[in-house]
């Protein structure tokens, strides 16, 4: 049985607070300069910190955007691991209906969210130190993600297909985010039936990556 972890300081609050804005104004700066025209200084100025506080949490101006881009994979796993294995529900429908759901915005903050990685996936392209920091935001990410999708398998789940499993979704949701803000128009629409969504993207992939899986069944849900 899982524990809910321990709430945050007040301390870690703050920082996680200002890193955040200061993620955010290296976003800004990014779409509006990009990588090539933003230093490390201009992200400090623009977030109202000292440029001694923008290295004390950030080795590059890269780096910077790193909570950014990994905010919405922390919310996704978190609800993923809160919700828990539900009676009748395999793991794959668990999984494509919280990535589905992680990727459609119900409110401005989460639409935000999704634009703010859509321009920053488009400055990557340019940018081989901040298409590293968005690969090992992934890496992260499927590693802390293991530990939920073997609680939702179960006690008798092989650790290899978990770890598929995990490397499958993580995957799925990168790949459908980079589709997405690689398209030359947006439809402005983003729920799971929305062709080109962010989120039809993602459960696309994850079935065309989980079919030959036997932790999946003969396959993901129609």
């Known amino acids: 049985m ?29 779409t509006e300069r990009g990588p090539d025209g933003t230093t490390a200084e201009d992200i400090a100025h623009r977030a109202g910190v000292a440029l001694r506080t923008f290295y ?8 910077a955007v790193a909570p950014l881009l990994a905010g919405g994979a922390d919310r996704w796993r978190e609800q993923l691991a809160a919700a828990g294995p539900e009676p009748g529900t395999g793991l794959p429908q668990l999984l494509e209906r919280s990535i589905a759901a992680s990727l459609t915005p119900t409110d401005e903050a989460g639409a935000e969210g999704l634009r703010w990685t859509r321009g920053l996936l488009r400055a990557a392209a340019g940018d081989p130190a901040l298409r590293a920091v968005w690969y090992r935001v992934n890496q992260e990410s499927e590693e802390r993600l293991r530990e939920v999708v073997a609680a939702l398998a179960g006690p008798g789940a092989d650790p290899l297909e978990v770890r598929l499993a995990a490397a499958a979704a993580t995957d799925a949701i990168r790949i459908a985010l980079e589709s997405w803000a690689e398209a030359e128009t947006e439809t402005g629409a983003t729920g799971p039936d929305a062709e080109g969504s962010p989120a039809a993207l993602a459960v696309r992939c994850l079935r065309e990556l989980t079919g030959g899986m036997r932790l999946f069944g003969p396959g993901v849900s129609e």
């Open 2 to 30: 899982s524990t809910k972890p321990p709430s945050p300081s007040l301390t870690e609050r703050r920082k996680a607070a200002t890193q955040l804005d200061i993620a955010r104004a290296a976003a800004e700066l990014f």
């Open 56 to 63: 004390r949490y950030f080795r590059s101006k890269q780096d």
